[in-house]
C-alpha cells in the first residue's frame, strides 16, 4: 500500500472521539500532510504526457497470475529462446487457471526446490555447445549434480523438462537429459515426459506439440478443467507515455543516445565497473581500434576487429567474447516509417498498473529503441506473427498470417518464413493492413541477442584486446531479397565511418582450451574463421617458445577458397612456419578443378597425424563449421586409426570417442 494512502479507521472503544470528531480531526491531519508534501520537490517520474494509442482489435489483458493452483517454471537461457518459452507456458498457465511463477535458473533457491512442498515445476532449459549448460545454468547444473546431494533431497518435487537443441551437434539436448535424469534420480516426480525441441528443423512446434500433450494432463493431475481455459488474450505488461518536446524528459532521452542500450539498461562509456565484474546483463562497453578487411580481390568480405577491453575483461585463447550489435540505420528508418512514429520522438514504457512510477523503459529515444533493442531483422517466431494477424484489418491478410503461424503444421511457415528467410520487418511490409501499436511492438519483439565470436587473440601477446575475426554474411535469398547479418555488416558500416566505433562486449568462458602442458604437441583444424581461436592458439604458444618454455609440434590445417583471396593472416602464418615454430597444411578448395578441403589435407599427411595423435598423445582442436566439415574430419580421423593405426574400424571409433570423452579431442563448432 502506498504511504500517501490513509488507512480505515479502526473500532476501538477505548477511544474518547465520537465519529465526527474523528473524521474532521483525520480531515485536518491529511490536509496538513498534503500541504507539506506539496510544498517539497516532487518525487516522480520525468513529466510526459500520455501517447494516443490506436484502438487495439482484441481484448487485452493485465499479465497477473489469477489462479489458484501454483506453478513454477524455471529456465536456462542463453539467446533468450528459452526464456521465450517459459513466457509462453506462464502465459498459458493463467489461462489454465494455475499461478505461475517465472524463475531464471541463476536465481533458484535450493531450499524452495528441496522443501517438499509438491509444487508442479517445469523446466525449460536450451543446451550450449559441447553439451554444457547456458551461462544461466551453471550454477543449478553444479548443485544438482554435487555428489552432496541427498538420495532423496527432491522427493517432494513434481516435474517435467522441455529441452531446446540442434540435431546437428552431437551433444543434442543433453542438459535437458540429464537434468531430467538427475531429477527422477533425486526422487523428484516426473509429471510428463520430456519433450525436446530442434533447432535444425522446427524448435517451435516441438514446442508447440509437447505443449498440446501437457496442459489436459497438469489440469487433470490438480483438478481443473482444461475445457474451460479462458479465451487467449494478449497480455499487456507496460504502457506508453510520449515526452513532451523541449522538457527535460526529451532532453534527457535525446542524450541517452550517447550510450548503448542493452535489455533494460543504458550503459554510458564511463560507466563505473559493476562489482561482480561485466558480464551479458552488464557489458563493458569498448572502442575499436583497428577494424580491417582480411579478404583480397574478393566479393565476400571478412572483418579483423580489434576491441581495445583494458584491464576491464579476462579471458583465455580459446574462449568466446559475446557483442551486442545494432540495427542499419536505413532498415530502422524504415521500419519506423511503417510503425508510423518519429525516429527523434522520446518515450517511456511503465508497468501497466496506474500507480507504478518508474519506467521499465526509457524516457528513450525512437531511434535508440529500434537500433539497439529491436530484434526485426532476424525470423519472426509464429507467436509473433499470431499477434501481427490480430492486428490486421484486412480479413484475407489476418487468415493468411494466421496459416503461416499456424502451430501444427510445418507450412506455410516453412516455405514463407524460414526458406525464405523473411524478417519481421519484411512481413509487415507485405501485410500492410497489420496496424500494430509502436508500444505493443517493442514490448513483444524480441531483443536483440548477442552475437558471440570465438577470440582471435591470445592476453598475453595482445595486451588489452580482444580481437575478433567475421565473416561479413550477406546472401539472396530464396525470395530474391538480399539479407545482411547484423553484426557483421556492422563492422562493415563502422569501417566506412557513418557510425560510432564502440560496442558493448562481455566474455564468455568455454572449455576449449590449450593443454596445461605446453611440451604436448597440437593439431589444429580450422578453415575459413574456424582459424580464429587457433590463432590465438599460435601466438600463444609462439610466445611460450620465444620465452625458452619447451613446447611441442604445432601443426596447422588450414582451408579456404584460393590463395590470392581468403587466405586469413596469411603473412603471420606464414611468417610463423618459416620460423621453424609451426608446421602447416592449407586446402585451396577452389584453385583446381577439384575441390580439396581439410580432411582431404588430412588423409595425406596420415602418418604424422597418427603419430601426433596417438603415439606423442597430441591434442586435437577442431573449429568451424559443424554442419559437414566438423563431421567430415572426424570421419577422416577414424580412417588413419584404422588404415594406419591398424585399428578395426569399431576400435578406430571407440579410439576417437575415447579422446573427445578425455577432451584431448575439442570442438568449437557452429552451422
Known amino acids: ?81 528459452a526464456e521465450e518459452f517459459a513466457n509462453t507456458l506462464a502465459k498459458e498457465a493463467r489461462r489454465y487457471q494455475f499461478k505461475p511463477q517465472l524463475i531464471d535458473l541463476e536465481e533458484f533457491d535450493a531450499d524452495e526446490l528441496e522443501s517438499g512442498n509438491e509444487t508442479a515445476s517445469l523446466f525449460v532449459v536450451a543446451t550450449y555447445g559441447e553439451g554444457e549448460p547456458t551461462d544461466s545454468a551453471k550454477e543449478f547444473d553444479t548443485w544438482l549434480m554435487s555428489p552432496d546431494r541427498a538420495t532423496d533431497a527432491l522427493k517432494g518435487l513434481r516435474f517435467t523438462v522441455f529441452g531446446l537443441g540442434n540435431k546437428t551437434y552431437e551433444h543434442y539436448n543433453a542438459i535437458a537429459r540429464k537434468f531430467d535424469a538427475r531429477l527422477e534420480e533425486l526422487q523428484g516426480q516426473r509429471l510428463f515426459r520430456r519433450g525436446e525441441g530442434d533447432d535444425d528443423a522446427n524448435l517451435e512446434d516441438d514446442f508447440a506439440a509437447w505443449r498440446r500433450e501437457l496442459w489436459p494432463l497438469l489440469c487433470d493431475k490438480h483438478g481443473l478443467d482444461a475445457s474451460k481455459a479462458s479465451a487467449d488474450v494478449v497480455e499487456r505488461k507496460y504502457r ?35 562489482a561482480a565484474g561485466y558480464d551479458a546483463k552488464q557489458p563493458f562497453v569498448a572502442p575499436i581500434v583497428v577494424n580491417r578487411e582480411l579478404h583480397h580481390n574478393s566479393p565476400r568480405s571478412c572483418r579483423h576487429v580489434e576491441i581495445d577491453i583494458g584491464k576491464s575483461l579476462n579471458y583465455q585463447p580459446g574462449d568466446h567474447v559475446g557483442v551486442y550489435p545494432e540495427n542499419d540505420p536505413r532498415l530502422v528508418a524504415a521500419l519506423a516509417k511503417r510503425l508510423g512514429v518519429e525516429l527523434d520522438a522520446v518515450f517511456a514504457l511503465y508497468p501497466i498498473s496506474p500507480t507504478a512510477r518508474v519506467p521499465w523503459l526509457g524516457p528513450l529515444t525512437v531511434r535508440q529503441v529500434l537500433t539497439q533493442r529491436c530484434d526485426f531483422v532476424g525470423l519472426p517466431r509464429k507467436s509473433l506473427l499470431r499477434l501481427l494477424a490480430h492486428h490486421c484489418t484486412d480479413e484475407a491478410e489476418k487468415r493468411e498470417l494466421m496459416l503461416w503461424s499456424d502451430d501444427s503444421k510445418p507450412q506455410p511457415y516453412q516455405g514463407k518464413v524460414k526458406d525464405e528467410h523473411r524478417s519481421l520487418l519484411q512481413v509487415l511490409e507485405e501485410f500492410p493492413s497489420c496496424k500494430i501499436p509502436f508500444d505493443e511492438f517493442v514490448e513483444s519483439v524480441p531483443p536483440l541477442a548477442p552475437r558471440y565470436y570465438s577470440i582471435s587473440s591470445a592476453p598475453a601477446v595482445h595486451r588489452g584486446q580482444v580481437h575478433v575475426t567475421s565473416v561479413v554474411v550477406e546472401f539472396e535469398t530464396l525470395g530474391g531479397r538480399r539479407h545482411f547479418g547484423i553484426c557483421s555488416s556492422w563492422y562493415s558500416r563502422m569501417a566506412g565511418g557513418g557510425e560510432r566505433s564502440t560496442v558493448p562486449v562481455f566474455v564468455r568462458k568455454s572449455d576449449f582450451h590449450l593443454p596445461r602442458d605446453p611440451s604436448l ?69 577452389r584453385d583446381q578443378k577439384h575441390k580439396v578441403y581439410v580432411q582431404h589435407k588430412i588423409e595425406e599427411q596420415a602418418a604424422l597425424v597418427w603419430r601426433l595423435m596417438h603415439d606423442a598423445k597430441g591434442h586435437i582442436y577442431v573449429c568451424g563449421d559443424a554442419r559437414q566439415m566438423a563431421k567430415d574430419v572426424r570421419q577422416a580421423l577414424v580412417k588413419i586409426a584404422n588404415s594406419v593405426g591398424g585399428l578395426p574400424l569399431e576400435q578406430a571409433e571407440k579410439f576417437v570417442s575415447d579422446m573427445v570423452g578425455a577432451k584431448k579431442y575439442l570442438e568449437d563448432t557452429w552451422f
Open 1 to 81: 500500500m502506498s504511504a500517501n494512502e490513509p488507512t480505515a479507521p479502526t473500532d476501538d472503544p477505548s477511544s474518547s472521539f465520537d465519529w465526527s470528531t474523528y473524521v474532521a480531526v483525520a480531515i485536518i491531519v491529511l490536509s496538513a500532510l498534503w500541504y507539506f508534501k506539496s510544498s517539497r520537490p516532487a518525487k516522480t517520474p520525468p513529466r510526459i504526457i500520455p501517447a494516443v494509442v490506436p484502438k487495439r482489435p482484441q481484448k487485452t489483458a493485465e499479465a497477473e497470475p489469477t489462479g489458484t493452483v501454483p506453478l513454477r517454471i524455471y529456465y536456462g537461457s542463453q539467446t533468450g529462446t
Open 521 to 589: 604437441p597440437v593439431l589444429l583444424i580450422g578453415p575459413g574463421t574456424g582459424v580464429a581461436p587457433l590463432r590465438g592458439f599460435l601466438h600463444e604458444r609462439r610466445r611460450l617458445r620465444n620465452e625458452g618454455t619447451a613446447v611441442g609440434e604445432t601443426v596447422l590445417f588450414f582451408g579456404c577458397r584460393s590463395r590470392h583471396e581468403d587466405f586469413l593472416y596469411e603473412p603471420e602464418l606464414i611468417e610463423m612456419q618459416n620460423e621453424g615454430f609451426l608446421t602447416m597444411f592449407v586446402a585451396f578448395s
Open 240 to 274: 506508453i507515455v510520449w515526452a513532451e518536446a523541449g522538457t527535460p524528459d526529451a532532453e534527457q532521452g535525446t542524450r541517452m543516445l550517447a550510450g548503448h542500450l542493452v535489455n533494460t539498461r543504458v550503459f554510458m562509456p564511463k560507466a563505473p565497473r559493476p
